[in-house]
């Protein structure tokens, strides 16, 4: 951690990685780490920190969409469906940087790995409170479908509130199909429809989790961590709820993590 750029404002220390995905490798108050390292699971880039998801969120099924009245067909990397976008692999630039912020940039591919080229910017910024993550999504010449958000690997919480107003099925392949229902006891692996704050403590920790993002998937079953994942839609959302950002209209999402020791 010491060798990547971090920010820091009170006891709020940041380290962030460009290179390994422009994920956040680590978020530390007082001295308590709230996220899953990379050591500890093998450098696995889906098992660890707080990446970006990007041009598309969770799975896309058997890596196959339509836009426009096209058949496109990305790459698979997961159980045979396209997982998470390509941001969480690839090299992001630095484009700014303070002792409180930190911007990264990348430039999206035109290739079989995503088509429409493209390009998305990430802004970290860090206060006394917390944290607020900035992504924003911008097409170039052509117009493209796009889903996007953030996938944080929490340590192990002792609380978890969380109270969304509905979950979307999954069929029997495990991906969500566009029918909301209520919400099950958990654990969950779910995309689910929220808008209320979302609280945690870890280790002594509490943490407010916020976002102007309706959907969030939750992944709380690994007995060592919790994923709370804010996204802009659901995921096979190219299917299911598209959205388009069209050229010379980016799009943009906000993540929030405000932070107080409850000891």
């Not at 429809?193 to 002594?204: F, H, K, Q, R, S």
Request: proline share 10%; charged share 20%; aromatic share 10%.
């Amino acid at each position: 951690m010491n060798d990547l750029p971090t920010i820091t404002a009170g006891t709020v220390r940041v380290a962030i990685d460009p290179g390994a995905g422009g994920r956040i490798a680590q978020i530390v108050v007082d001295g308590t780490p709230l996220l899953v390292d990379r050591d500890e699971v093998d450098g696995n880039p889906l098992a660890w920190g707080a990446y970006p998801m990007v041009p598309w969120a969770g799975r896309i099924r058997g890596g196959r969409f339509e836009f426009r009245g096209v058949e496109y067909r990305l790459p698979c990397n997961h159980d045979g469906h396209a997982m998470h976008g390509v941001g969480f692999v690839s090299a992001w630039t630095v484009a700014g940087r303070t002792p409180t912020r930190l911007e990264l940039r990348l430039d999206l591919p035109s290739d079989v790995r995503w088509p429409f080229g493209g390009d998305v910017t990430q802004v970290f910024e860090v206060d006394e409170r917390g944290l607020t993550c900035t992504m924003t999504v911008h097409a170039h010449d052509r117009a493209f479908p796009t889903s996007f958000g953030w996938h944080p690997w929490f340590r192990k919480p002792s609380r978890f509130d969380f109270e969304p107003t509905a979950m979307y099925r999954r069929d029997e392949y495990h991906i969500a199909v566009d029918d909301l229902v209520d919400v099950p006891p958990g654990p969950w692996d779910d995309c689910f429809v929220n808008t209320a704050p979302i609280g945690l403590e870890i280790d002594g920790v509490a943490l407010t989790l916020t976002s102007p993002c309706t959907h969030w998937v939750v992944y709380d079953q690994p007995r060592h961590a919790t994923c709370v994942e804010p996204q802009t839609g659901p995921p096979d959302a190219f299917t299911i709820r598209p959205e388009v950002v069209e050229p010379g209209a980016p799009m943009v999402a906000e993540f929030r993590l405000e932070v107080a020791p409850t000891q």
